[in-house]
């Protein structure tokens, strides 16, 4: 059974750091790649970011350079180092992967950032 439990969300100031995390079971880094996704009120979801199985990453345009997606094999978890928050950024973050072909979703984390 695979199960993504995102945390490490908050409600901080414009210009400040975040790190969130996604615990990860029933799949594997080595196989699967892991996507962050966020939700912004009345907004459709897209995609932040994701990093492949060899470690290739990629981020939308409005997040490159202050964004970065890593992950922890030996944790089983996945990150998102986000500096340089923007109140554009506040959103509801989820983290995302695929396993034989079935959609996996975590909860999501609130990230809010006041200007």
């Known amino acids: 059974q695979v199960q993504l439990v995102e945390s490490g969300g908050d409600l901080v100031r414009a210009g400040g750091s975040l790190r969130l995390s996604c615990a990860a079971s029933?799949?594997?880094?080595?196989?699967?790649?892991l996507r962050w996704y966020r939700q912004a009120p009345g907004m459709q979801r897209e995609l932040v970011a994701y990093?492949?199985?060899?470690?290739?990453?990629n981020y939308t345009d409005s997040v490159k350079g202050r964004f970065t997606v890593s992950t922890d094999n030996a944790k089983n978890t996945v990150y998102l180092q986000m500096n340089s928050l923007e109140p554009e950024d506040t959103a509801v973050y989820y983290c995302?992967?695929?396993?034989?072909?079935?959609?996996?979703w975590g909860q999501g984390t609130q990230v809010t950032v006041s200007s």
């Open positions: 990093i492949t199985p060899d470690g290739t990453t």
């Open positions: 995302y992967s695929v396993r034989l072909g079935v959609e996996h």
């Open positions: 029933g799949i594997s880094f080595s196989v699967n790649t």
